[in-house]
């Protein structure tokens, strides 16, 4: 079986086990200098930072290429920062200081 098509089967969809429901809150996105930032009304906030290998004379992030993810098949390696964590639906995460990505995206209604 060709190994490509078989992850083509995969979709995000398929790693949702149960719909909690669904909120509208105001998001507020940015992106500079490595630095990217979402947070979610009052349910919160996740911030990472791009991870910059040492000795890197172009500054230029960590990369993943050529992998199956369902953003993107290249994401720059990122850590999140102290102050992540999100909280809805009685569920609270914690995500301080944990591996994080982030990519290039547009995003169009």
Do not use: C, Y
Not at 48 to 65: C, I, K
Not at 69 to 93: C, M, N, W, Y
């Amino acid at each position: 079986m060709n190994r490509r098509r078989s992850w083509e089967r995969f979709s995000a969809v398929s790693w949702v086990g149960e719909v909690l429901g669904v909120e509208r809150v105001p998001i507020e996105f940015s992106s500079k200098d490595g630095q990217h930032s979402v947070s979610l009304g009052d349910r919160g906030k996740v911030s990472v930072e791009n991870v910059v290998p040492f000795g890197s004379e172009t500054g230029e992030p960590a990369r993943l290429t050529r992998i199956f993810h369902p953003v993107g098949t290249e994401l720059d390696i990122a850590k999140s920062a102290d102050d992540s964590a999100l909280s809805a639906f009685g569920i609270d995460l914690d995500i301080a200081g944990r591996s994080g990505f982030s990519t290039r995206f547009s995003w169009a209604a």
